[in-house]
């Protein structure tokens, strides 16, 4: 493996068993309503920052929930596809809770989020970097590569996430994301950035607010990011992929996870027969 995101390595921290099905063997996992609404929003304002980018403007809150909208239709579309062509995965229990997901609310949810998004953060950023893909050579010798979701121009690094939690302070000091979103920004610019914010957009049944986390004079451990990458790239190399979640976490539940009957699968075969058969599809 010449280089690995983010995304790989929280996968494997997450859940090693879900990197090894996707990752090393390739399978598509099936789709959800509600990742395909967090993909329209994170599209939708993506577009706008670049737009605000190159005219000081960006789009309106009417524009940008027609934009958000129609992101929406098309993602929608390709679940269906998605949905087909994993049904072999489908749980009766993930299908039953995928059905139980009204669209219309998800938009109307999407919407309330856009107008609260615009009326409150939009105006106090000037973007600077937006969607910039960065690759960062590390000790293990690979990449470690990915694109920062948002900077603004007083160099302050803006990752922003929706929830229908509240979230804590804590969140922002437990991200090993943010850290590396700093070590992109020394990358890119040449210096550490002046701040990081984890902008939230919560979400409750008939409104949405913004919630806010900063941390003004950012520090971390550049050693500690390498050696853990290291880490996870020596057991993936070696074949360790274990699925360490409780029985009963939701995480790997029927009506959550899109693996569970590979997980199940895995385990009554064992990893010699399991990867015999998959890996020459």
């Known amino acids: 493996m010449k280089h690995v995101s983010f995304t790989q390595l929280m ?39 670049d737009q605000k980018k190159k005219d000081s403007k960006g789009l ?46 998800l938009v109307a949810t999407g919407l309330r989020g856009i107008d609260v ?27 470690l590569v990915g694109r920062i979701d948002m900077t603004d121009k007083k160099g302050v690094i803006h990752e922003l996430k929706t929830t229908r939690r509240m979230p804590n302070a804590q969140d922002i000091q437990l991200d090993q994301q943010l850290a590396i979103y700093q070590l992109a920004y020394q990358s890119l610019k040449g210096k550490l950035p002046k701040g990081i914010t984890k902008d939230y957009i919560v979400f409750s049944k008939r409104d949405a ?4 986390f900063r941390v003004d004079k950012p520090f971390f451990d ?17 074949n360790i992929f274990y699925c360490i979640h409780p029985a009963e976490s939701w995480v790997c539940s029927k009506e959550w996870c899109g693996f569970y009957k590979l997980h199940k699968e895995l385990r009554e075969k064992g990893f010699a027969k399991f990867m015999l058969q998959y890996s020459r599809k």
């Open 11 to 49: 996968t494997y921290v997450r859940c090693p068993e879900h990197y090894l099905f996707r990752y090393v063997l390739g399978i598509k996992r099936p789709p959800g309503k509600a990742q395909k609404h967090g993909f329209a929003l994170h599209e939708t304002f993506a577009y706008h920052f």
């Open 209 to 212: 607010k913004i919630v806010q």
């Open 60 to 105: 309106n809150a009417r524009e940008a929930k027609e934009f958000f909208v129609e992101v929406f239709r098309s993602a929608l579309e390709e679940y269906e596809t998605e949905m087909e062509e994993t049904k072999r995965l489908i749980t009766k229990e993930f299908l039953s809770k995928e059905k139980g997901i009204d669209v219309n609310q």
């Open 222 to 238: 550049k050693n500690v990011v390498f050696r853990n990458i290291a880490v996870i790239m020596e057991a993936v190399r070696r």
């Open 117 to 143: 998004y615009f009326r409150d953060m939009n105006p106090k950023i000037s973007p600077d970097l937006v969607e910039e893909p960065f690759s960062i050579p590390t000790a293990s010798k690979v990449d």
